[in-house]
């Protein structure tokens, strides 16, 4: 199972930013797929999951109005659209797939791991 995360770069405060994460080497539609971040010297951060179908996501209170994750299942690509961003959202950011119940926001719920992509947002 192999996960690639991609369209990261650096931005203005207040700029968006498509985050696309690549599936392959196993069934996509059966996944939870989530995005995590990390800081530096900071703990690996949950951001958001996007449930199997597509239908359901979960995201974090920091980003709640601002990120939206979306799939689509012919692609086998999970996207994280991240607008109005700000400095604080500065990390690199991985996406990870698991079997895995319903609303898991620990990282060791996750299996599968993308190697993660820089966001940095200047102020």
């Known amino acids: 199972v192999q996960l690639q995360a991609s369209g990261g770069g650096l931005v203005q405060a207040g700029d968006s930013l498509r985050l696309s994460c690549s599936v392959s080497?196993?069934?996509?539609?059966?996944?939870?797929m989530a995005w995590f971040r990390q800081a530096p010297g900071k703990e690996r951060e949950f951001v958001g999951i996007?449930?199997?179908?597509?239908?359901?996501?979960l995201l974090a209170d920091s980003v709640k109005g601002r990120f939206t994750i979306s799939r689509d299942g012919a692609e086998n690509t999970v996207f994280m659209q991240m607008n109005n961003l700000k400095p604080e959202d500065t990390a690199v950011y991985y996406c990870?797939?698991?079997?895995?119940?319903?609303?898991?926001?620990?990282?060791?719920?996750?299996?599968?791991w993308g190697q993660g992509t820089l966001v940095t947002v200047s102020s």
């Open positions: 990870a797939a698991g079997r895995t119940p319903w609303g898991m926001r620990q990282p060791v719920y996750y299996h599968f």
């Open positions: 080497g196993q069934t996509f539609s059966s996944t939870v």
């Open positions: 996007i449930n199997s179908g597509g239908e359901f996501t």
